[in-house]
């Protein structure tokens, strides 16, 4: 069984960082190259679209409900943004944490999806940050939990493309760029 700690203390932080970021984004930065290989700013919307409300409902052991995609023509920040907040309301839930919940078919420990949700909610939203100019305030409790989980899903991460290879960081850098690294992203793209 994967050990993953109980990290529900660092889900409204790490949300409120991150939409912080997608409320600044301005529209023309769609186009944007992000961090994250292969993805601009409107892909990695469209990716967090998809798998926000996956984690939902695993989190909530619920079926998925609705469609993820966006209607043409709708602004995928504001989706971005209600399924940040909803994912972070049912994480807040008692037993969120607990258990084992189905995701993509698989039996996966509660507090994985947890730390899942948690990784994209902070590695996506410094992604999205750099892509725009923005700044990013990594929560150091979120920062924290996702320091964890990473060197838990790490590997595996990596091994199924989800992380690039591990970037090496200088001794003594600040907790934000150590995450960065271990996921797989330089964090000398910004001053982190």
């Not at 700044?135 to 990596?158: I, K, T």
């Not at 003594?172 to 964090?187: H, N, T």
Request: glycine share 8%; charged share 20%; aromatic share 6%.
């Amino acid at each position: 069984m994967i050990d993953l700690p109980e990290s529900s203390a660092a889900v409204r932080p790490a949300v409120a960082a991150f939409s912080d970021v997608v409320v600044a984004l301005p529209a023309d930065a769609l186009r944007a190259p992000t961090p994250c290989e292969d993805f601009d700013v409107a892909a990695l919307l469209g990716h967090l679209c998809h798998w926000l409300p996956r984690l939902r409902a695993a989190a909530s052991g619920s079926e998925l409900a609705e469609s993820w995609a966006v209607p043409t023509g709708a602004d995928p920040r504001e989706r971005v943004l209600t399924e940040a907040s909803r994912l972070a309301a049912v994480l807040a839930e008692p037993g969120a944490w607990v258990g084992t919940r189905m995701f993509e078919q698989q039996e996966l420990p509660a507090r994985m999806i947890g730390a899942m949700a948690l990784c994209e909610f902070v590695l996506h939203g410094w992604d999205l940050a750099v892509a725009a100019g923005l700044d990013y305030r990594g929560e150091p409790v979120a920062v924290d939990a996702v320091a964890g989980a990473l060197r838990v899903l790490g590997p595996q991460g990596r091994a199924n493309r989800v992380f690039g290879p591990e970037v090496a960081v200088e001794v003594g850098a600040p907790p934000l760029a150590r995450v960065l690294g271990l996921a797989g992203r330089d964090p000398a793209v910004a001053d982190v």
